[in-house]
Antibody
Framework: EVQLVESGGGLVQPGRSLKLSCAASGFTFSNYYMAWVRQAPKKGLEWVATISTSGSRTYYPDSVKGRFTISRDNAKSSLYLQMNSLKSEDTATYYC?????????WGQGVMVTVSS | DVVMTQTPVSLPVSLGGQASISCRSSQSLVHSNGNTYLHWYLQKPGQSPQLLIYRVSNRFSGVPDRFSGSGSGTDFTLKISRVEPEDLGDYYCLQSTHFPWTFGGGTKLELK
């Protein structure tokens, strides 16, 4: 059974940093692209970042480019999202998702609140 | 960026009835490789999104055949026949043809 479990969320002040983690199990992690998708409270879904199987290629929308960094450790079957220079508009539930030309499996999500 | 426009925003239905959700894109979703990367998700209350349909019309594993997807180019439709209580929630389309990948604004399927 595919499982994705996020951790690392919490309350953080504007301008500070936070790092999210996602522990994967139930599939060969190194064979799949992985991604982060977020959802602001009572809002829709927004793609945040994607990383290739080896980690050599990463993709971001302009809204987070230069501030967020996606990375992975295939030996640990783990995905990460380093978020710097956080803004209030980054407040959201962040989902880890497996990418297979579409997001086929999602974690339960982790809440990030950016507020002073 | 490709804008994905979903209609309606809210869709009241009766149990056992049929529902139809439209998703239109601001440009063609046909990739240079010939595939169309348009997918549908359902987010039940308090849960993570779950994949229903991938690449326009392919049902994901375990998805009942009451769900069907169709369309091409810029115009796509998700149909749900014989609506059941577990079908209620927010539906989203996603395009992963063009970067940045973008979602539709969502359609809330609720009881009439």
């Amino acid at each position: 059974e595919v499982q994705l479990v996020e951790s690392g969320g919490g309350l953080v002040q504007p301008g500070r940093s936070l790092k999210l983690s996602c522990a994967a199990s139930g599939f060969t992690f190194s064979n799949y692209y992985m991604a982060w998708v977020r959802q602001a409270p009572k809002k829709g879904l927004e793609w945040v970042a994607t990383i290739s199987t080896s980690g050599s290629r990463t993709y971001y929308p302009d809204s987070v480019k230069g501030r967020f960094t996606i990375s992975r450790d295939n030996a640990k079957s783990s995905l990460y999202l380093q978020m710097n220079s956080l803004k209030s508009e980054d407040t959201a539930t962040y989902y880890c998702a497996r990418y297979n030309n579409y997001f086929d499996y999602w974690g339960q999500g982790v809440m990030v609140t950016v507020s002073s | 960026d490709v804008v994905m426009t979903q209609t309606p925003v809210s869709l009241p239905v009766s149990l056992g009835g049929q529902a139809s959700i439209s998703c239109r894109s601001s440009q063609s979703l046909v990739h240079s490789n010939g595939n169309t990367y348009l997918h549908w998700y359902l987010q039940k209350p308090g849960q993570s999104p779950q994949l229903l349909i991938y690449r326009v019309s392919n049902r994901f594993s375990g998805v009942p055949d009451r769900f069907s997807g169709s369309g091409s180019g810029t115009d796509f439709t998700l149909k749900i026949s014989r609506v059941e209580p577990e079908d209620l929630g927010d539906y989203y389309c996603l395009q992963s043809t063009h970067f940045p990948w973008t979602f539709g604004g969502g359609t809330k399927l609720e009881l009439k």
